[in-house]
């Protein structure tokens, strides 16, 4: 039988649902309303961003009295360079206020879609070397990742719709063609530039894809990337450039892993059954 298309409304937005394979399918209707979140949408935000600050806080609080003036989010690689040289007197004698605070503003960005991780990803390798440092940016990377999934399965719907109408449709389309095999198609995404890392953070729980796959592919997808940014980070005097890290060879070897993750997909459905 056909399923007939069916409106829902909130009170923050106006969009069109059908129902496909039984999931909620967004379509790229306009919205009504000129600010998306209503008031307790805006509170629940405001009170994670609250969070956040107070874990600030509490690490500024435990270091000793100093000018801390260079503590600011690095834009360029000069600010880096800055932060790295100032952060590396602290390292050593204050190593958990330091990793503290690093993952804090890490997951604060990601959750909150901050641009600028690729910073903190070299300022990780070049304060704790390769293998602490991937450890570091995978840990925080999937934290934030995590965290941005469920503040946008609160709050999200409204906002991706506004933002990304017709990404969210095609994201919505090849999630429902993949069901059988969405955790390679997931670690695929997460390996490949195909759809940007912090769309799929947002949408992910918008089209029903389920947080254990999520993780997963998170967790495992962003290791590569991860190590191409945390090596160029220890040698980061000689980098001229964010468009240095990745050069043909490295974008290639991360599409052919992308590609040999969705193989197995591929394979099996032509496999007669």
């Not at 994201?171 to 997931?186: H, I, P, S, T, W």
Request: hydrophobic share 45%.
């Amino acid at each position: 039988m056909k399923q007939q298309p069916f409106q829902t409304t909130s009170s923050s937005s106006v969009m069109k649902t059908v129902d496909y394979n039984g999931d909620n399918k967004v379509s790229s209707s306009s919205l009504l309303s000129k600010f998306p979140l209503t008031f307790w949408e805006m509170a629940c935000a405001s009170g994670v961003v609250l969070s956040f600050a107070i874990g600030l806080l509490g690490v500024y609080l435990t270091l000793p009295d100093s000018d801390y003036s260079f503590l600011k989010l690095p834009r360029t690689l000069e600010d880096l360079h800055i932060l790295r040289d100032n952060l590396e007197r602290y390292t050593s004698d204050y190593t958990v206020q330091v990793l503290v605070g690093y993952c804090t503003v890490y997951i604060f960005m990601q959750t909150f879609m901050i641009p600028g991780t690729v910073f903190m990803s070299l300022l990780a390798g070049s304060l704790f070397g390769i293998l602490r440092g991937v450890t570091l940016v995978v840990f925080a990377a999937t934290a934030g990742a995590s965290s941005c999934y469920f503040l946008s399965n609160l709050i999200g719907r409204p906002l991706i719709t506004c933002l990304w109408p017709d990404k969210l449709v095609f994201f919505q389309d090849q999630v429902a063609k993949r069901r059988e095999g969405l955790l390679n198609y997931m670690l695929f995404l997460r390996l490949t530039p195909t759809l940007p890392n912090m769309f799929i953070n947002v949408a992910s729980p918008i089209v029903n894809v389920p947080y254990h796959i999520f993780l997963l592919a998170t967790c495992i997808g962003l290791i590569p990337a991860a190590y191409v940014t945390v090596k160029a980070g220890i040698t980061l005097g000689e980098l001229q450039s964010i468009g240095d890290l990745y050069d043909i060879t490295s974008i290639g070897t991360l599409f052919l892993i992308g590609l040999a993750s969705v193989t197995p997909t591929l394979i099996s459905k032509k496999m007669p059954s």
